[in-house]
């Protein structure tokens, strides 16, 4: 099978979405740094964004028929290879707007894909996301079969021996399909005894929005070596490593970080590493306080744990980045409301703590700030849930 949607590096690209009745444009704005920061992420560099208000997005081309002319044109002009829609496109949407424009068309959910296509290293991560990715690919054959006949010069209408050739490729992909869910299931099973077979230790498990310092933070606590760079998802697989403070064994585990409209598909098949935060006794909740949206990453992680059934964990709110957050003193003679910038961190902080029913903490985890306190919280909290695990037992081994 030929995947003609790939994004491979180099490539340059325009950003498209809708601003939908009652949204905050800002918000749009936001949702397409977070695109441009995922196709960095693949590689592919964003030469220009493109927005439409519109009540809903249109069925048949994701926007109006006039912005889509727009967008071909500026695509021709500036010359992209891809053009990358922030919302999931429908396999029609996919096939009809590929017949405008003859460049890569992908969506959000393929983006993120593709970044965990290159990046997954483990054979378990790879299985999870080549089954997903096919999943994905099964009901888009079609469009991408009228992309590459264009490509080669044809006339783009499907004619028998296009069909039989798209009959060809779904077998072999569901075929495909069916051995790596068997292997999958194989792997699960092997994880959940291997997780079975840790006994009974605490479980802590990391959790948060990607690119939050969730592995900064497991290399602090656990003083392991595990792969931190500012890139979305710099890792696909959960690592536990076994930590020990102050004579207190515990699990703690690294966990990939969640996104926004994180593709269902990857939800499914990333199940182990969903298994970890639901087995978890405590989850260390993460959050890039110096993220002009935090607030949202919030909601959303907190979301994706109630969807995979983690939603009533005991969590440790743990803010971190508290060296880059930027505040912006507001001047006298501005008369408009403040804006979270405007806010001294202290005050900041201090807000945060009195609207939160969890314990909280403010760290940097690369200026080591805060962190010993987190040792400290850490520790008491994990063995207050070992020993009501086992109270006749003295937590000291
Ligand atoms: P993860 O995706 O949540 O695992 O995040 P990483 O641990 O990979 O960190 C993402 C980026 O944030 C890296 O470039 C880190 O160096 C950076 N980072 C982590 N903690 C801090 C911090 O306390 N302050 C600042 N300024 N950057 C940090
Ligand atoms: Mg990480």
Redesign the pocket.
């Known amino acids: 099978m030929t995947d003609n949607n790939d994004t491979s590096t180099g490539r340059r690209a325009l950003l498209v979405a809708v601003i939908r009745d009652g949204q905050d444009p800002r918000q749009v704005t936001e949702f397409l740094d977070e695109l441009e920061f995922l196709a960095a992420t693949a590689g592919i560099s964003s030469i220009g964004r493109i927005t439409q208000r519109m009540d809903q997005p249109n069925p048949r081309i994701y926007v109006g028929p006039g912005k889509l002319e727009e967008i071909a044109a500026m695509a021709k002009q500036k010359e992209v290879d891809v053009v990358i829609f922030d919302d999931e496109l429908s396999p029609s949407q996919t096939r009809n707007i590929s017949r405008e424009m003859p460049v890569a068309i992908i969506d959000r959910t393929k983006l993120i894909l593709d970044i965990f296509l290159q990046r997954a290293t483990t054979a378990y991560a790879k299985t999870q996301v080549d089954l997903a990715n096919l999943q994905y690919m099964l009901p888009r054959l079609a469009g991408m079969w009228t992309h590459l006949e264009r490509q080669r010069g044809g006339t783009g209408t499907r004619g028998g021996a296009g069909e039989r050739e798209i009959e060809t490729d779904r077998r072999t992909i569901r075929r495909r399909i069916t051995l790596l869910k068997e292997e999958l299931t194989r792997i699960d099973r092997q994880m959940a005894t291997q997780r079975g077979n840790r006994g009974s230790m605490v479980r802590v498990s990391l959790v ?1 929005y ?7 933070l497991m290399n602090l606590i656990s003083k392991s070596d595990v792969f ?3 890139k979305l998802f ?2 696909l697989d959960t690592t536990v490593r076994k930590v020990v403070l102050d004579n207190l064994p515990f699990l703690l585990a690294d966990t990939v ?1 969640f996104i926004r409209k994180l593709p269902h598909q990857l939800v499914e098949s990333f199940k182990s590493t969903l298994d970890e935060v639901r087995e978890a006794d405590l989850l260390l909740h ?1 959050v890039d306080i ?1 993220h002009p949206n935090f607030e949202d990453q919030i909601e959303v992680v907190n979301q994706t744990l109630a969807e995979i059934g983690a939603g009533d964990k005991p969590v440790y709110l743990v803010f ?2 508290i ?2 957050y930027a505040h912006i003193p507001k001047d006298p003679d501005d008369l408009s409301a403040p804006t979270r910038e405007n806010i001294p961190l202290g005050d900041l902080q201090k807000t945060i703590a009195a609207n939160t029913r969890t314990p909280v903490i403010f760290i ?4 080591r700030t805060g962190i010993e306190r987190l040792r400290a919280e850490l520790y008491a909290m994990v063995r207050e849930i070992h020993e009501g695990r086992y109270p006749f037992n003295n937590f000291l081994y």
């Open positions: 948060g990607t690119n939050v310092g969730k592995s900064t931190a760079e500012n710099a890792t970080g993460v110096s971190n980045k060296d880059s940097s985890a690369t200026e």
